[in-house]
């Protein structure tokens, strides 16, 4: 198909639908539609409307663009955002030149910076997750769901949007396990998770669920104020007051019961491909970014060699 008078705002709408024919999940495809969006009002500003006109010239002009981008709180974007948002941009030319929309793919030598390793940035001890979980008895039975909602995430070390999406009936509570139905790249998996979270589970559903049920509800597990599932937003929301209340100056809020999970389960002689299955890691050197967290090894050897070590002593 001949690309020429294909507006680049018609060419974002046409992959977004390969997209969604291709089966990509819908957070997904409204991460794409974001990113792409904006490289379309860059598109715009500078004059250029058919997406045959655009060059790699061009598209270096909108990585420098991305540099100069201030987000709401007057942060520059960090490496990991314009990552993401070039991958898209690279991903959606290369997909068009496929599907023959474009003779030539201006992308094709359009290089993205490198993933950044990053370490996570809050571990939870012992005393602040204990000092967490003793803020929820201050709130009735809203604190008891709210116990049970960061215990699943301790316990299990799922995504938010994981546990927003749990059903009634995806927890066994004889057998100690959980399924975690359409996570991250719409995989299925069975995770186990602690005999004291089975009984707690079981205690909400018998005392506290049927008090915030609705017709409304469905077979959600979790149900907000309002008899409602959870959306991602209100449990990350949820999570931070905790923290907060609780005195603990971390930075996140679900993701830290996550971070706190896969450290102490490393720290305690689990493998590290069993960390990888707990948590739904696709590939293992996301999981082991955990090893230079909690390297006990190397603080031994440390304390055992270095002068400066042994000379403190």
Not at 45 to 64: A, K, V
Not at 227 to 241: D, E
Request: proline share 4%; with cysteine; glycine share 6%.
């Amino acid at each position: 198909m001949n690309s020429q008078y294909l507006k680049v705002t018609n060419a974002v709408a046409l992959y977004l639908e390969d997209c969604l024919a291709r089966e990509q999940s819908f957070r997904t495809i409204e991460g794409k539609s974001s990113t792409l969006n904006q490289f379309v009002r860059y598109c715009d500003s500078n004059g250029i409307s058919d997406i045959s006109l655009i060059t790699l010239s061009q598209l270096e002009g909108y990585r420098r663009f991305l540099i100069k981008q201030v987000k709401p709180n007057g942060e520059m974007l960090d490496i990991s955002t314009r990552r993401n948002k070039l991958t898209h941009v690279r991903v959606f030319f290369r997909r068009l030149y496929e599907l023959e929309y474009l003779e030539n793919n201006p992308a094709d030598k359009f290089l993205v910076p490198k993933r950044p390793r990053r370490l996570p940035e809050g571990i939870l001890s012992p005393e602040e997750l204990e000092a967490i979980f003793q803020q929820t008895e201050l709130y009735g039975p809203k604190g008891v769901r709210d116990k049970v909602v960061l215990e699943m995430y301790y316990a299990s070390g799922m995504r938010r949007a994981e546990l927003a999406g749990l059903a009634v009936f995806d927890v066994d509570t004889v057998k100690d396990l959980v399924r975690i139905r359409n996570g991250k790249g719409r995989k299925d998996r069975i995770v186990p998770i602690a005999k004291r979270t089975s009984e707690m589970v079981t205690c909400y559903l018998n005392t506290i669920r049927p008090k915030l049920s609705s017709i409304a509800s469905g077979d959600t597990l979790f149900l907000n104020d309002r008899s409602t599932p959870f959306t991602p937003q209100q449990l990350s929301s949820l999570v931070r007051k905790y923290v907060t209340y609780a005195g603990v100056r971390r930075k996140g809020a679900c993701n830290l019961y996550r971070h706190t999970a896969a450290t102490q389960m490393l720290e305690n002689g689990a493998d590290i491909r069993i960390i990888q299955e707990q948590l739904g890691h696709a590939d293992i050197s996301t999981t082991q970014v955990y090893t230079h967290v909690t390297n006990k090894q190397l603080v031994e050897t440390y304390q055992r060699t270095h002068p400066a070590a042994l000379n403190g002593k």
